[in-house]
């Protein structure tokens, strides 16, 4: 923003509509091809997820978690509402998982999430104590998009588009009125209106199948690079679907979403054994719950 750089990336940005306002609060919001720090937060998150998890799985840990810190850094500094969401919400699935599956997630790599969350709050800290004035404007930036944003202009207009979903549905009878037709602010609410109650149910079965929730694979790394691969896919398409669930405007969950569920779908064959539902105390033990 407001470099030479801004320029020359007006020769390649997306077209889908115009640039808006890239401030808040008087700070410059990440400016690059999409036109709003939205829809960078959007697409930058599920490949967070997905080098995060090969980096948890040992799979080129040299450059997926150079890949995962980079991506991380960039979302907090979109300063997108749609990013810190995502963010926190996968934070916490992490330390879910670290909590309830011992085996979940390497002891090493666990311990580097730690330290990265340590190192972070040291550096918050050290700002505080540097420099208060610019500590106090950024933490009055992070509370507007955060806890605050539920007053604000956008959020109003994000709840109107989303009820539109809830509209279609009802007045559809549970049909759906078709993709397209109405522009949402949340990928479930887009499903719903559009495609109803059957759409609703592929979606979820898709996601099952894609998933594998009772696979070993899903939880614990096998040290199979292809399968490990699939598993981190599966992750990312999943977790993905949050952040949209607050920000997507059609039922579309995109082109890297569907490469990514190929991805899950295909590397994990052939079937794990603790893909039946008979196998889940073997899958508990495993883990050891």
């Known amino acids: 923003a407001n470099t030479a750089w801004a320029s020359a990336l007006k020769f390649v940005r997306n077209g889908n509509y115009a640039q808006l306002d890239q401030t808040v609060d008087g700070m410059a919001r990440m400016t690059g091809i999409f036109p709003e720090s ?169 996601l099952l199948r894609m998933f594998k929730p009772l696979a070993r694979s899903t939880w614990i790394a096998t040290r199979d690079p292809a399968r490990d691969a699939g598993a981190a896919a599966a992750w990312a398409a999943l977790v993905a679907l949050i952040p949209a669930s607050v920000s997507a405007p059609s039922p579309d969950p995109g082109l890297v979403w569907g490469i990514l569920c190929g991805f899950a779908l295909g590397l994990r064959r052939p079937a794990e054994p603790n893909e039946n539902p008979r196998d889940a105390v073997t899958f508990a033990n495993d883990l050891q719950l």
């Open 38 to 206: 939205a829809v960078y937060a959007s697409y930058g998150f599920i490949w967070l997820v997905f080098t995060c998890e090969l980096w948890l799985r040992g799979i080129q840990p040299r450059y997926t978690g150079w890949g995962a810190a980079a991506l991380t850094t960039a979302l907090i500094l979109s300063t997108s509402t749609t990013g810190y969401i995502g963010l926190g919400a996968y934070g916490c699935i992490l330390l879910g998982r670290m909590a309830l599956a011992q085996r979940a997630i390497p002891l090493s790599k666990g311990l580097g999430l730690v330290a990265a969350g340590l190192f972070a709050l040291a550096g918050v800290m050290a700002l505080a104590i540097i420099d208060p004035a610019i500590a106090n404007a950024l933490a009055q930036t992070g509370a507007r998009l955060t806890v605050d944003k539920a007053q604000s202009a956008s959020a109003l207009q994000r709840a109107f588009w989303a009820k539109q979903g809830i509209t279609a549905f009802t007045a559809s009878y549970g049909l759906g009125i078709g993709p397209g037709s109405f522009r949402s602010s949340s990928i479930a609410l887009a499903v719903l209106g559009s495609t109803g109650l059957i759409g609703c149910a592929a979606l979820a079965l898709h």
